[in-house]
């Protein structure tokens, strides 16, 4: 009998926040199953007669996190709304967020009703495997619900770095939350069967901005620079 051995895709995580390397490491999904979902009793009784099971033994919930990775939040992050104006505070005194202006997808949502932000992440992954990744929310561990979505789309790590976090918030509702360390904020699932290797990186702040500074141009930056490496001769 002949074994195949799979290949395997390395993915190096760098990152200069040394809570998100210590801390908030980016880890199997599995390692952050909702403490909902565990206090789930495996079944219930019905009418007295029979035992019925609960999503505690829902195999699309579990396959969902035995197959995807996740990417903590390194730092708790206060917001409040008010009135349709939105502030943020990070406890780390460091942590980025820039304003999306409606005006890039007022064809989807309105600006009365929605404020767009992006969370500056502190890790970049680079990749020589050439794969796709499903980046979205990590959606059972999403509660409440109403306080923010975070939009999902697909990226290649092989020709681009960043890990920032996209999130819309609603603005109908005055509120304040806080979104907290640790919290599993980013579902990243392979779109390949081989075997995923994670590798932990932290390099200094200004070595990680001068690294991953990629941008090349003011439209489709991402698609020139994807260009360039695939035209790029292999022994160059």
Known sequence: MFFIKRSKIVVDCFTHSLNAYDLFPIA???????????????????DNLFHKATIKSCSGLIEYYKSGYTLPLWTDINFDIDNGVYRWVPADGETKIDIHPIHE???YI???????????????????????????????????????????????????????INLFLPLKENKRFCLTAGNPMVYLLPLSEKEIVIKHHLI???????YFRTRISFLNSYKKRMKILKNKCPFA
Do not use: C, M, R
């Open 105 to 107: 997808i007022d064809k």
């Open 28 to 46: 199997k999904a599995t390692e952050y199953y909702p403490d909902w979902w565990k206090a789930t009793p495996n079944s219930h009784l019905v």
């Open 204 to 210: 200094d702040k200004v070595e990680f901005e001068n």
């Open 110 to 164: 309105k600006s009365t009703e929605y404020g767009h932000v992006k969370i500056n992440s502190p890790w970049a992954f680079k990749s020589k495997s050439d794969i796709n990744w499903l980046y979205s929310d990590l959606y059972w561990n999403h509660s409440p619900i109403e306080n923010y979505s975070l939009p999902p789309g697909v990226v290649n790590y092989k020709y681009q770095h960043t890990t920032h």
